[in-house]
């Protein structure tokens, strides 16, 4: 079992940057396809973007296409989501989740997920 900790979320202006780290335990974080999710007061939860356990393909919600990156460094057990031009309909709490198939966590969701961390948006 994996236990993953999200961390680098906070406040920032509409078009600003952030840069998201899910930090894994407990087992190697390359054992996993790994994705980020998003959910806004009162929706649900969304997916964000997934990447596979080598790190070589990568899949986005078409809401965030080319201004979020998804990374990882398997040698650091972290998995990375770099966002910019951020918008204020980006504002949500962000999950890390782990999974077996990046395509699997896209459609349905991780077998592991973070306790999340803030973003928001100003305008």
């Known amino acids: 079992q994996v236990q993953l900790v999200e961390s680098g979320g906070g406040l920032v202006q509409a078009g600003g940057s952030l840069r998201l780290s899910c930090a894994a335990s407990g087992r190697t974080l390359s054992t996993y396809a790994m994705g980020w999710f998003r959910q806004a007061p009162g929706k649900e939860r969304e997916f964000v973007a997934t990447i596979n356990r080598s790190g070589t393909r990568t899949y986005y919600a078409d809401s965030v296409k080319g201004r979020f990156t998804i990374s990882r460094d398997n040698a650091k057990n972290t998995v990375y989501l770099q966002m910019n031009s951020l918008k204020p309909e980006d504002t949500a709490v962000y999950y890390c989740?782990?999974?077996?198939?990046?395509?699997?966590?896209?459609?349905?969701?991780?077998?592991?997920w973070g306790q999340g961390t803030q973003v928001t948006v100003s305008s």
């Open positions: 989740a782990a999974g077996d198939h990046h395509i699997n966590i896209a459609t349905m969701g991780g077998d592991y």
